[in-house]
């Protein structure tokens, strides 16, 4: 060997040596008795931990624990490859469906696998902003200009922010692509060669990553609500929620009964917006001490407006005549709601590190403001904006993570017609990219439909769909559902 390829060779070493690849302990699972949440008499399961890096780009990371339920199926002879659930968010815990069990029809076939994400309520540790629910209270109980409320917002991103990095948390573990690589390390760790994932929301986005990053095992993967990786939610969002009133009030003029009932009605709610806001309105929720003064903005109104469930679509032509006669007796039904949701900060956190490094580093804050809508001015629904990610400091993740993913995994894409979250559009949009894939549209229903428990056809073609992956669920429930029957007065009690 030549002296000058021996030094090359010993170069090489060198260098091997000063950049070593971040080592960390294999995940694990870890069998407990003691759970968070009691499971109901005569269900089968298993519960444990699983144990993984908080940030696996870093050598030595510190370990995180995250709670994960194993239901076991109904069937004496159960297929081999059990769901794996993943919920949305980000920063939602999945463990509110433990209770529920009996009703989830994936049982009837195989395993069904509820995985706590990192960061979020069951989760060790838990990235709780109560900092941030203080704030949104405080934020209502006077009338506070806007500057004032975002001085709230920014005090309480630094205070949850340095008591959570004071808690040793590193806060840059907190991603998407952390938490696809978690589900690998579980289907690892339990030893499955084959798995399904069930995904809402936010989780389609980690059925996405786990699509390209993780793909070995993966079997089928079922995307209800999808939000793909490359879209900008909040340059995007004020279009789709006006188009999803488009749809709603082009759909009430077409029938005679709700035509007849509500005349005009688009006309008539955006005028409304334009001349009788802002609306204040003073209330005194019974479980807040204090009385919570309401100053609403068109935009606000157009949010609270619009049906946030399946069940309340056919409702929504007549709420909407209410509010521009001057009936402000739901309108105060939804404030009273939202004042008694202002939560304890549960995963807020977990939110705003995925939300920091994935979706505020591509936004085009320019483009995020709306002016569809002249009489109201500029509107925007911005998550959190540019101030609060400086604030919370964690780093961008690269431009890979807004890209579109390319997959011939079998793949189902359900929608909600009327779902301004997460439009269909986007589901027809990724199935350019996801070449094994099929979509279902479930017409008058909102976001999520494999959720809607008055109607479990949503549910019903998911699992459909993990049983015969490579062809689009064929359901007489579907052809059932038919266009809304909109209610035109209040029912008597």
Known sequence: M?????????????????SPTP?????????????????KAGQQYQFGYLQVPENRSVKDSRSIQLPVYIFKSR????????????????????????????????????????????????????LA???????????????????????????????????????????????????AADVADLAQALQLSSYNILSTSYGTKIAQVLMRDHPQGLRSVVMDSPLPLEVSWEEESPRNLLAA????????????????AFPKLKERFFDFLATQTPLDLELNPPQIAQSINFRLRGQDLLDLFY??????????????????????????????????????????????SVWCAEEAPFVDYKQTVNRDLPALGDWSMVEFDST???????????????????????????????????????????????SNSHQLIFTGWQHTPTTYWDNPCGMEAAHQFFNQPQQLPALDCLDQIGTVSFQLAEEER
């Open 2 to 18: 030549s002296n000058q390829l021996l030094t090359f060779l010993l170069l090489l070493l060198l260098v091997a040596c000063q």
């Open 23 to 39: 080592q960390n302990d294999p995940p694990q699972f870890i069998p407990s008795s003691e759970v968070p949440i009691p499971v």
């Open 245 to 260: 009133y488009e749809q709603l009030f082009k759909d009430c003029e077409e029938v005679e009964p709700c035509r007849g």
């Open 129 to 179: 902003c109560p900092e941030w629910a203080q704030a949104t209270h405080q934020s209502l109980l006077t009338n506070r200009s806007m500057v004032a409320i975002d001085s709230l917002y920014y005090a309480a991103a630094k205070d949850c922010r340095d008591r959570l990095r004071s808690e040793g948390i590193d806060l840059n573990g907190y991603t998407t692509r952390e938490i």
């Open 388 to 434: 609060v990610c400086s604030i919370w400091g964690v780093r961008a993740e690269p431009p890979r993570e807004n890209q579109a993913v390319r997959s011939a995994i079998p793949t189902l894409l359900i929608s909600g017609e009327y779902d301004p979250v997460t439009p269909p559009i986007w589901a027809r949009q990724m199935q350019e990219r996801l």
């Open 307 to 352: 049906p946030g469930t399946s069940g309340a679509i056919h409702k929504a032509p007549m709420r909407i005549d209410q509010l521009v006669k001057g009936d402000y007796t739901y309108l105060r039904q939804l404030l009273e709601n939202r004042a008694s949701r202002l939560g304890d900060g549960q995963g807020k956190g977990m939110r705003m």
């Open 75 to 126: 069937s004496p002879q159960p297929q081999q490859d059990p769901i794996i659930y993943l919920v949305g968010g980000p920063g939602s815990s999945v463990m509110r469906a433990v209770p529920y069990m009996n009703y989830y029809r994936y049982l009837d076939d195989r395993d069904f696998i509820l995985f706590e994400q990192r960061g979020t309520a069951y989760a060790q540790p838990h």
